[in-house]
C-alpha cells in the first residue's frame, strides 16, 4: 500500500511505518550522541507510544540501557487501514531495542482497567522482580473507573466565565475566534477523573502492594503549566483542575510510601506539537509563535532533547532540581523572561497579513506530520510498503 497522510481536524487517520520506525531511530541516534546517563535500570513506561512517552523509553533503553516494559492503547492495522503511529513506534522501537541486545516489552492494551494493571505485575514478578523508575504520560478523552464501571470524559473548557481568543486552522492557516463555554462541575469532575493523579496512584499503590517497586524509585508523571495567555483554557480551566491534582497526587505518595523512600515528581514540560496539544483551540497558535521566538534564540527543543535534559540536569543528580511546589521544571526555557516577553508583543500585531512573519506555521506542520510518520527524511512515500 501507498500510504499518504490524510488529516481531519487536528487527527491524522493514516500513519506511515517506515516514517514511524524512523523517527524512532533518529531519537535513539540523538541519545547515543549524547551519550550514556547513570539511570534507573528497569523502567515502565505508562503511554509511550508517543510524544514525551517514547522520549522517556528511548532515553531510558539507550542513554541508561535499561529494561523497559510500555503500556500503550493501540489501533492495530487492518487490509485497509493503516494502525495507529503509537502501534509504528512500539514495533519499531522493540525492533531496535532487541538488535541492539536490550530487552523490552510491550502491552497494548488500556491503561486504567484493572486487568492491563495485573498483566504487567504479572511480567514484572516472573522477569524482573521488581521495577526501579515509572514515567506516567497518557492524554485520553474518557476513562472507565475499574472500580465503579462508570465512563469519564475529559472536556477542554474554561472555568466560570467563556473565554474568547484568536485561534487558528495550522492546516489552512486560518485565523478566528472562538469562544468557549465554560464547564460544568460534571465535567470538571470528569476531567480530573481522566486526566488527574488517580491512576497513577492506583498503578503504584499495585506495584508497591505486590513489592515490584524498588526502594527509592522514581515516578514521573508530566504535566504542563503554559502562559498566562493559554491560563483560562489551561490551567484556569478544567484541564488545569486535572494538572492540580496530579500535584498533588505527587505529594501525597511521597507522603504515603515514604517507608519505600518513593520519589514521585511532576514535570513541567514545555509546549510541543502533539496529539493532545493540537486538540486544543489557541495552543496551537501560541504554539507556532513559540517555535518562532525560541528557534531564532536557539533554544527550541522537540520530546527527545527535552527529556534528555530532563534526566540529565534536573533528575539524575545527586539532589533532583524542583521548583517550590516540588515539580521538575523542563519548561525553563519557554518561560523565560525575554521569550515571554516577544511572545506577547507578537501576539498583539499579529494578524492574517503578517503571520509568515509572526509564527513558524510550517514549522508546526512539518512536526504535526512527523506525529504519524510523514514528512521524515530519508522515508520515500512514493514505494509500495507493508502496513501490518
Known amino acids: 500500500m501507498i500510504i499518504q497522510p490524510k488529516v481531519k481536524g487536528f487527527i491524522c487517520t493514516t500513519a506511515h511505518p517506515a516514517g514511524c520506525k524512523k523517527n524512532v531511530e533518529m531519537q535513539k541516534e ?43 492503547y493501540e489501533k492495530l492495522p487492518t487490509d485497509k487501514k493503516t494502525g495507529t503511529a503509537g502501534y509504528y513506534n512500539t514495533k519499531a522501537f522493540d525492533e531496535i531495542a532487541k538488535s541492539a541486545g536490550l530487552l523490552s516489552k510491550s502491552f497494548n492494551g488500556d491503561a486504567f482497567s484493572n486487568q492491563t494493571k495485573e498483566e504487567v505485575i504479572t511480567y514484572i514478578r516472573e522477569n524482573l522482580g521488581e521495577i526501579d523508575m515509572l514515567i506516567y504520560s497518557v492524554a485520553s478523552p474518557r476513562r472507565i473507573d475499574p472500580i ?4 469519564y470524559y475529559s472536556v477542554l473548557k474554561p472555568l466560570k466565565t467563556s473565554y474568547t481568543n484568536t485561534t487558528i486552522d495550522f492546516m489552512t492557516g486560518e485565523m478566528s475566534k472562538i469562544t468557549l463555554e465554560p464547564a460544568t462541575p460534571e465535567e470538571v469532575e470528569g476531567t480530573v477523573k481522566v486526566m488527574g493523579g488517580e491512576d497513577w496512584e492506583l498503578w503504584i499503590d499495585a506495584l508497591i502492594k505486590e513489592k515490584l517497586l524498588a526502594e527509592g ?41 515514604k517507608n519505600n523512600k518513593l520519589k514521585a515528581y511532576v514535570s513541567v514540560n ?98 504535526f506530520y512527523k506525529l504519524f510518520g510523514f514528512n521524515v527524511q530519508q522515508v520515500n512515500y512514493e514505494e509500495d510498503i507493508d502496513i501490518s
Open 217 to 257: 524509585a522514581i515516578t514521573i508523571a508530566y504535566s504542563y503549566i503554559g502562559p498566562e495567555l493559554t491560563f483560562p483554557i489551561y490551567r484556569d480551566g478544567s484541564i488545569g483542575k486535572a494538572k492540580e491534582h496530579l500535584e498533588a497526587k505527587a505529594l501525597e505518595m511521597n507522603e504515603k510510601y
Open 148 to 151: 465503579t464501571g462508570e465512563t
Open 270 to 367: 514545555k509546549a510541543l506539537v502533539t496529539q493532545a496539544s493540537s486538540a486544543i483551540p489557541v495552543v496551537p497558535l501560541y504554539i507556532s509563535v513559540l517555535y518562532k521566538i525560541m528557534k531564532a534564540k536557539g533554544i527550541h527543543e522537540g520530546c527527545i532533547e527535552q527529556i534528555y535534559r530532563m534526566f540529565s540536569d534536573k533528575i539524575l543528580r545527586e539532589n533532583i532540581i524542583v521548583d517550590e511546589k516540588n515539580r521538575i521544571r523542563v519548561d525553563d526555557w519557554e518561560m523565560r523572561e525575554d521569550v515571554q516577553k516577544e511572545v506577547i508583543e507578537a501576539w498583539g500585531k499579529m494578524n492574517q497579513d503578517n503571520l509568515e512573519e509572526i509564527l513558524d506555521l510550517d514549522g508546526y506542520r512539518d512536526e
Open 30 to 72: 540523538y541519545v547515543e550522541k549524547l551519550g550514556k546517563l547513570d539511570g534507573p535500570k528497569k523502567v515502565l513506561v505508562i503511554g509511550g507510544s508517543t510524544g514525551f512517552g517514547l522520549a522517556s523509553r528511548i532515553t531510558a533503553a539507550f542513554a541508561f540501557d535499561a529494561v523497559t516494559i510500555n503500556v500503550s
